[in-house]
Every structure is written in structure tokens, then in C-alpha cells.
């Protein structure tokens, strides 16, 4: 089994027509640190990208005998993908070390991700890396509205681009606030008026050596900015939102695993996005876990907790879903387990619970987790 | 690669700790893969009791479900399984249903 921080990350670059995918793709390129990076697009734009390995896919859908459209594998993709990665392995193109794929406008990038991380073949070659969302400030507000095709980029976007927030009115505040609403989780950027980081943006993220500690300190940002989010969906958002669930005492992890896959299975069209940072019971550091609709990738871990805090953190991004019988149904798997909490801690997710110094509750008994908000 | 049925292995499911050894790796006691199946099934059917299923193991690499008439599917992992159930009860498994929460028992 080839260790996953081996294999070659594959970032996919989505965004609403016009927003400025390939503008943003073209400026990447031109870092030394992306100089060995294959790009497959899928429709040719107005703008050129001068690079020396692109590769073009037609769109075809595979549909899986029982999946969603999310569980499709794309066909153009696995093919395009097999074929790069063939040519590397013989010397025929040079040997890139990692993949940009710029979507169609239009384009729903789970299935993307899906064929990534599921393929029989691909799984052993290449990992998804971060997801990046162009958003256009002068016309983002009124595409999200009126086309949920873009509230799900947004949605499972890793990173949030604004682009010509320049040329809007209000600098981009108001696209900001829409895109935050719906997903909290992910850093935004602002093109015209911040310098462009390939590594914030492409090379840095949970699986590589170099950017794990900075990628957490983002996500503990996306946690404590859902901490305030109820999940419901706003004018602009078609019903998705998100939330962070707050959690006192260890957790089981195979209760965890049950209830999550099960979740997935049924509810894994509404889950856009999942980010965790998890105090397992039994597991002295904490455990990572990201998903995206159904696919969830390896847990991974951090060394050691980054604070007293060890309180159980996990960011939903729905669509249509209440946020209180999330909790619920995860408080009861939880009590069925072998680990009831241990100790728990007090409520409230500003306030920090210094788990590993409080002794054992004398009364605890086996009602679950606590949830704190 | 499987030399008898000709299936590409996958890398194991995200919900086995032995398929990510690194993000376990700090855990105080060891779990063998062989318990932590065990107790996957038992709490497994802790759920599946609703809808009248019952999971067992088979050869430590697969999962057969079963009805209570004897219909059954072999499963390689935890997510095979509620589509399974799904599959062989012709109703959904959702982990929100209030009756399927209020029928779970507690350890």
C-alpha cells in the first residue's frame, strides 16, 4: 500500500464562467514551485495558458449502478489521468509531480473528486489536493443566487478566491459575506488586493510535509468561524450552510465510523463538506478526518493538540439539514459505545477545555457527548 | 490485486484505524484489526436490529448481512453495508430516524 503523502496531489480548479479560472491557473504556473505541474482542462477559454503539459478532457459521466451524481466516476478524466500518468512512468512528458485540473464553468467538481479518490487504478497514483473556488465579485452574488451549480463549488471549495473585487462597488463585502455564509471552513483570498501564494493556495495542505501545521491553523480558523453558523442557508445560498459541532470527551472511534458512514450513505447529496479535528479515545493525538459528499479521505493526524482545548471540532457544510439532529444521532451512537466520556467539560465553544488536566467526573454516567456550541 | 477473482484491492476503508496506521499511531493500547472488526459488528448490529438484519464476519476480510428469512450479501466494508441494507430491506437506513435513535441502546 503506497503511503498517501506519497502519491501526486491533484488540485482541481473550479469557478463560475468568467470568473477568472484560467487567469488564476496562468499566474500560478509561472511559480518555480508549480513549474512541474500537469494541467487538464476542460474546455479551452479565452485565455491561453501557456504551459508545456496540458492535456484536454470531454466531459463523460460514468454513473455507478447505485450511486448519485456524486458517485460518478468521469470517464474523460479517468482516462486523461491513466494516459498522464502512463506517459510519465515510460518518460514521454516530463515527470510532474502534481496535476491542476481547471473545470468547466458549469461543472460540478464532486464527481471530480469521486474518480480521484476511488478509481481502482488512480487511488494507488494520485490523492485529491486542495479544492480552489474562484468567485467573481461583480457578478458572484447574482450566480450564486440564481445557479446552484456555483453554491457547490463554494461549497466544497478548500480555498475561496475572489477575483476583480477591484471593479466592484463595494470591494467584493458583499460576495465575501455570501461566500462565508456558505462555507466557513475555507480561507478566502482576495486576488486583487493580497499577494498570490502557491503555497497557501495548491502546495500547502493536510497531506504535504510542508504545509500540514499551516493548513491546521486554517482549519482551527474555519472551526471557530462556523462556531457562530447555524447551518441554514441564506438568500443566495439554495439552502446550504454550515456549522461546527463542539464536543466534550473522547470519542469512539468505530461508533464515529459507523455513524458517519451511514450518514454519508444517506444524507451524502446534502453533506457538501466535512472537516474534523477529533480527541479519539484511546489516541493520545488528534485525528483528522475530510470529506467531501460520500468520499471521505484517510484520517491523518496532527503530533500533539495545538492548545489545552482537546474538545471534538466538526465542520458540516449542508444543504438542507438540521443542525441539531446531526448532534443528536451522533450523541446516540456515541452512548452505545465502549468509550463513554470520560470526563466532560464545560459548554461553549470560545471557552477552552482543559481536558487533559481535569480530573475524571465522580458522577459521569453514559449519556454520551456533550455538545457545546 | 486478488489472484482469484481478479479485483484490484482498494487501500481499505477511511473507518479501519489499520488502514491509516499514522493517525492512530499514538494510541496508549494496542486495538488489533481483529477487535476493532468485532466490535464493529456488534455495534453495527446494534443498528441493523431495527431493520431486522444481522451482520456476521466472514474470513476476517468481508461482512455478510442477513435478513431474518436468510436473504443475504457479502460486503467488504462498513459502507457496503447500509447500502446493502438498504438494498435487501427496500428502505432507507437513515441515522436521523427518531424511532432508529430512541430503539438504540446504550452501552
Sequence with gaps: ?373 | MCSLCGVLGGRGHWTESSSSPEAFASRQEEVTRRRERQERIRLANRVLGHYGLKLTDFGGGAYVLSTRTGRSKIVDNITEVWIAAEDLTGRGCDPLDPSLLAGLPAR
Design chain 1, 1 to 373: 500500500m503506497t503511503a498517501y503523502d506519497t502519491l501526486i496531489p491533484i488540485n482541481i480548479v473550479t469557478g463560475f464562467l468568467g470568473s477568472g479560472k484560467t487567469t488564476l491557473l496562468a499566474r500560478l504556473l509561472k511559480s518555480p514551485a508549480l513549474r512541474d505541474t500537469a494541467v487538464l482542462v476542460n474546455e479551452f477559454g479565452e485565455v491561453g495558458l501557456d504551459h508545456h503539459l496540458i492535456e484536454h478532457a470531454e466531459e463523460s459521466v460514468l454513473l455507478m449502478d447505485s450511486g448519485c451524481l456524486c458517485c460518478a466516476i468521469r470517464g474523460d478524466l479517468q482516462g486523461a489521468l491513466k494516459s498522464l500518468f502512463s506517459q510519465r512512468e515510460r518518460g514521454e512528458i516530463p515527470a510532474f509531480r502534481r496535476v491542476a485540473i481547471e473545470t468547466s464553468g458549469l461543472a460540478d467538481p464532486t464527481p471530480i473528486a469521486y474518480t480521484i479518490l476511488a478509481e481502482p487504478v488512480l487511488q494507488h497514483h494520485f490523492r485529491l489536493g486542495n479544492v480552489v473556488t474562484v468567485v467573481d465579485a461583480v457578478n458572484g452574488a447574482a450566480q450564486l443566487e440564481r445557479h446552484p451549480e456555483s453554491v457547490k463549488q463554494a461549497a466544497i471549495a478548500d480555498r475561496l478566491v475572489l477575483t476583480k473585487t477591484a471593479m466592484a462597488d463595494d470591494a467584493g463585502a458583499a460576495v465575501r459575506a455570501a461566500v462565508r455564509k456558505i462555507n466557513a471552513a475555507a480561507p478566502v483570498l482576495d486576488l486583487d488586493a493580497e499577494p498570490l501564494d502557491p503555497d497557501a493556495l495548491l502546495t500547502g495542505d493536510l497531506y504535504s510535509a510542508d504545509g500540514k501545521r499551516r493548513e491546521i491553523a486554517g482549519w482551527l480558523d474555519g472551526f471557530a468561524g462556523a462556531a457562530g453558523e447555524d447551518g441554514d442557508g441564506h438568500d443566495h445560498s439554495h439552502g446550504v450552510g454550515s456549522f461546527c459541532l463542539w464536543f466534550d470527551g473522547p470519542m469512539d472511534w468505530t461508533a464515529f465510523g459507523l455513524w458517519m458512514s451511514m450518514l454519508l450513505n444517506h444524507h451524502g447529496e446534502r453533506v457538501l463538506r466535512v472537516k474534523g479535528m477529533l480527541n479519539v479515545a484511546g489516541v493520545a493525538d488528534p485525528v483528522l478526518i475530510n470529506g467531501v459528499q460520500h468520499i471521505v479521505h484517510p484520517p491523518t493526524h496532527m503530533t500533539g493538540w495545538p492548545d489545552g482545548d482537546h474538545r471534538s471540532r466538526i465542520v458540516f457544510i449542508v444543504q438542507g439539514m438540521d443542525r441539531a439532529e446531526i448532534e443528536g444521532s451522533l450523541a446516540a451512537f456515541n452512548r452505545m459505545a465502549a468509550h463513554p466520556p470520560a470526563i466532560l467539560g464545560p459548554a461553549g465553544a470560545g471557552r477552552a477545555a482543559p481536558a487533559d488536566r481535569r480530573p475524571p467526573h465522580p458522577f459521569h454516567s453514559n449519556a454520551g457527548l456533550r455538545f457545546s456550541r
